[in-house]
């Protein structure tokens, strides 16, 4: 939760795609990061945000047809 996906100034994410939302954890719901997945054609696919987050969270995933 150090934020840093969610800076606007598109070093990390250039099209903004991740938000702060509620989210599940085991159990409980808190806090938490999520992806845009219905804005997911702006994605360029130049993984930006997996090489940025310090925690290793992100992790690509490919979409079949
Ligand atoms: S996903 Fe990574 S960059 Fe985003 S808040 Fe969590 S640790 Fe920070």
Redesign the pocket.
């Known amino acids: 939760?150090?934020?840093?996906?969610?800076d606007e100034n598109g070093k990390?994410s250039p099209k903004n795609l991740?938000y702060k939302d509620i989210v599940k954890k085991v159990g409980r719901e808190e806090e938490?990061?999520r992806y845009k997945f219905r804005e997911i054609v702006k994605c360029q696919g130049c993984l930006k945000?997996e090489l940025?987050?310090?925690?290793?969270?992100?992790k690509p995933v490919k979409l079949e047809n």
Request: a negative charge; one cysteine or more.
């Open positions: 939760m150090c934020e840093q996906c969610l990390f991740f938490g990061i945000c940025s987050c310090p925690e290793g969270a992100i």
